[in-house]
């Protein structure tokens, strides 16, 4: 198969300017599957997503049905929540498929809540999302009013209310329990796990779960296709297709569905139909592969296929799907740093190594970028980053208690272990030794000679 005949399976509509409509969706095959799984019982529903092995979307790649049959059986109300608070930086695909197909969205809401045996949903937007709060409610209330929502859907005695909830933006809540607790009116911050897992204490403290907008897009197709045409796609381990956002320094920028774990990022980078190359002919730097709180990747990574496993093996991530190219002209210093703000910007300010690290990290790149960075600093960032994440190892240890923490330790330890030359021209003095002692294997900064300075 080639990078350009394979199927689109949440994207079809986007080619219409009328994609967000009842009309639209209802004659390219719109409530579909909802049919098909009411015509199933739920546990054969599950089984169905099983078969597809739909990995969750939103970056923790967990298997969906798995992750549904947690609930304790028995126990009720329970609740499904969907994560649209998309705020991973490069990251923009959850948001296109809420304003192009937010009815797709509605029918993979109620196969879940049908599977789960829930009856109500709550759809969590990022609060600066607005064309994609607008579009979600005026879908919701055109399937209100055609019974595709509501009770007695379709005839049956099935029935779910869809609650359209906004955010106030903040890059915690896209962390699952940081979400439930903005849901439940309190302020925006991680919980204890355990006991707090979502599928047995969660929303309201009844069981609840979790998923991702792209994950339950993928359900309606799912369900009219059949779980086997979707797990024909892809790689083993990463069945399907999945959207990617491309952005930084390449010539086209955008979102785009390849089939899962085949695709790799020299095709999406570089192929006409995808990234279309490097600005203006320049060469790669490098790109982030998952989000902005993965590990670097380089030219050598290019051959990767995006696959869950071969990416994980490799020191890094898919995770929210957002890939970031930067070529030769990049600063990567200045890029560590932006980075880095961001994080110390969005910190809920709960676990101190997250609260006062990030702000260090930011305080000593500032420094160091203004031109009075201290000959200590390398040693002194790598130390922060440490304590925050002991070893500066892939996958991460945490202090924390989300992953926010880490995540600015990963341009870091990205940034000084390939480009260190970089930092160190901007110290003055002379090169410094990084005598910080990294596990793992993950970031070991190449060996420098002691400057004479240091010998003596």
């Known amino acids: 198969m080639t990078v350009t005949d394979a199927p689109k399976i949440i994207t079809s509509r986007f080619g219409h300017d009328d994609s967000h409509t009842l009309s639209?969706?209802?004659?390219?095959?719109?409530?579909?599957?909802?049919?098909?799984?009411?015509?199933?019982?739920?546990?054969?529903?599950?089984?169905?997503?099983?078969?597809?092995?739909?990995?969750?979307r939103g970056g923790a790649g967990f298997p969906a049905g798995v992750k549904w049959g947690f609930c304790p059986p028995g126990v009720w109300p329970r609740?499904?929540?969907?994560?649209?608070?998309?705020?991973?930086?490069?990251?923009?695909?959850?948001?296109?498929?809420?304003?192009?197909?937010?009815?797709?969205?509605?029918?993979?809401?109620?196969?879940?809540?049908?599977?789960?045996?829930?009856?109500q949903a709550f759809l969590y937007v990022r609060g600066e999302m607005a064309l994609a709060q607008e579009r979600i409610a005026a879908a919701l209330n055109e399937a209100y009013a055609e019974g595709y929502?509501?009770?007695?859907?379709?005839?049956?005695?099935?029935?779910?209310?869809?609650?359209?909830?906004?955010g106030a933006?903040?890059?915690?809540?896209?962390?699952?329990?940081?979400?439930?607790?903005?849901?439940?009116?309190?302020?925006?911050?991680?919980?204890?796990?355990?006991?707090?897992f979502p599928?047995?204490?969660?929303?309201?403290?009844?069981?609840?779960?979790?998923?991702?907008v792209e994950t339950l897009a993928n359900l309606p197709w799912i369900l009219r296709e059949g779980g086997a045409a979707f797990a024909a796609l892809g790689a083993e381990?990463?069945?399907?297709?999945?959207?990617?956002?491309?952005?930084?320094?390449?010539?086209?920028?955008?979102?785009?569905?390849?089939?899962?774990?085949?695709?790799?990022?020299?095709?999406?980078?570089?192929?006409?139909?995808?990234g279309g190359g490097i600005r203006q002919g320049n060469d790669l730097k490098a790109f982030i592969p998952g989000g902005a709180s993965a590990p670097w990747f380089y030219a050598e990574h290019l051959d990767l296929p995006l696959e869950k496993g071969a990416v994980d093996r490799a020191g890094s991530m898919l995770g929210s799907g957002a890939i970031v190219v930067m070529d030769e002209t990049t600063d990567m210093v200045r890029a560590s740093l932006r980075i880095v703000r961001f994080f110390a910007r969005e910190s809920c300010g709960k676990c101190t190594p997250c609260r006062e690290g990030t702000s260090?990290?930011?305080?000593?790149?500032?420094?160091?970028?203004?031109?009075?960075?201290?000959?200590?600093?390398?040693?002194?960032?790598?130390?922060?980053?440490?304590?925050?994440?002991?070893?500066?190892?892939?996958?991460?240890?945490?202090?924390?208690?989300?992953?926010l923490g880490p995540s600015a330790v990963s341009?870091?330890?990205?940034?000084?272990?390939?480009?260190?030359?970089?930092?160190?021209?901007?110290?003055?003095?002379?090169?410094?030794?990084?005598?910080?002692?990294?596990?793992?294997g993950a970031y070991v900064p190449k060996p420098e000679p002691a400057s004479e300075e240091v010998a003596s």
């Open 237 to 274: 381990s990463s069945r399907g297709t999945r959207m990617f956002a491309v952005s930084g320094h390449v010539r086209n920028p955008g979102v785009y569905e390849v089939e899962f774990g085949v695709t790799t990022f020299r095709d999406l980078i570089y192929a006409p139909v995808y």
């Open 199 to 212: 599928a047995a204490k969660g929303l309201y403290l009844q069981p609840t779960v979790v998923n991702n």
């Open 411 to 440: 341009p870091i330890a990205s940034a000084i272990t390939r480009f260190r030359d970089e930092f160190e021209a901007r110290l003055g003095g002379g090169p410094v030794p990084v005598t910080v002692t990294v596990a793992g």
């Open 149 to 166: 929502v509501g009770r007695n859907i379709l005839g049956t005695d099935f029935s779910v209310d869809i609650v359209l909830h906004w």
């Open 360 to 403: 260090w990290l930011e305080k000593i790149l500032e420094r160091i970028v203004d031109g009075h960075g201290r000959r200590s600093d390398l040693d002194l960032l790598l130390d922060v980053c440490d304590n925050i994440s002991p070893g500066i190892a892939w996958p991460p240890k945490q202090t924390t208690i989300c992953p």
């Open 24 to 56: 639209r969706f209802t004659t390219t095959g719109g409530y579909e599957g909802l049919r098909a799984a009411l015509a199933k019982r739920p546990d054969e529903v599950v089984e169905e997503v099983k078969t597809a092995s739909l990995l969750g």
């Open 169 to 196: 933006g903040a890059y915690i809540v896209g962390e699952e329990t940081a979400l439930i607790e903005s849901l439940e009116g309190n302020r925006g911050m991680p919980r204890l796990k355990p006991p707090f």
């Open 79 to 119: 609740y499904l929540v969907v994560n649209g608070d998309e705020s991973e930086p490069g990251t923009y695909k959850d948001r296109l498929l809420m304003e192009r197909d937010p009815h797709q969205l509605i029918e993979g809401v109620l196969i879940a809540c049908y599977a789960i045996g829930c009856a």
